[in-house]
């Protein structure tokens, strides 16, 4: 008899766990309380422009931990490789519509929050990207 399937399947990684992702959903955590935050409705000279972009950065921030759990996941290198060119734009995307939202309405907390999150998360991505292209 002739064994077809000679592969190791590699080792399951609970995702919840991966450091990344969990910044990732804070990043959304946080992008859902920048909507919720009444200050920026107020002080905002724009309100549609505002809420545009901040539709925009909930929906950025809602793919970034499935993009990453589909990275860690997939035994594809291509895919792994075209997930983290996804998130590396999501990324620049975010700090874009962070400084956009600092020029229409005034900083606050939140803002200030999100965009030091990202900076770090930016940061922890670059050697995550590193290590995940390396496993092939």
């Given at each position: 008899m002739?064994?077809l399937?000679?592969?190791?399947?590699?080792?399951?990684?609970?995702?919840?766990?991966v450091?990344?992702y969990?910044?990732?959903?804070?990043?959304?955590?946080?992008?859902?309380?920048?909507?919720?935050n009444k200050l920026?409705?107020?002080?905002?000279?724009?309100?549609?422009?505002?809420?545009?972009?901040?539709e925009?950065?909930?929906?950025?921030?809602?793919?970034?931990?499935?993009?990453i759990?589909?990275?860690?996941?997939?035994?594809?290198?291509?895919?792994?490789?075209?997930?983290?060119?996804?998130?590396?734009?999501?990324?620049?995307?975010?700090?874009?519509?962070?400084?956009e939202?600092k020029?229409?309405?005034?900083?606050?907390?939140?803002?200030?929050?999100?965009?030091?999150e990202?900076?770090?998360?930016?940061?922890?991505f670059?050697?995550?990207?590193?290590?995940?292209?390396?496993?092939?």
């Open positions: 002739i064994k399937n000679t592969q190791v399947s590699p080792t399951p990684v609970d995702i919840k766990y450091t990344l969990k910044k990732a959903m804070h990043i959304y955590a946080l992008s859902r309380k920048l909507n919720e920026l409705i107020e002080f905002s000279g724009h309100p549609l422009q505002r809420f545009k972009i901040i925009e950065v909930i929906l950025l921030s809602i793919r970034l931990p499935y993009t759990a589909l990275a860690q996941t997939t035994p594809s290198y291509n895919t792994k490789l075209r997930t983290s060119n996804t998130i590396l734009k999501s990324i620049e995307s975010l700090k874009t519509h962070c400084t939202l020029t229409l309405c005034l900083s606050n907390k939140d803002l200030s929050s999100m965009d030091n990202l900076h770090s998360f930016s940061t922890m670059q050697k995550w990207r590193l290590i995940l292209t390396q496993q092939n």
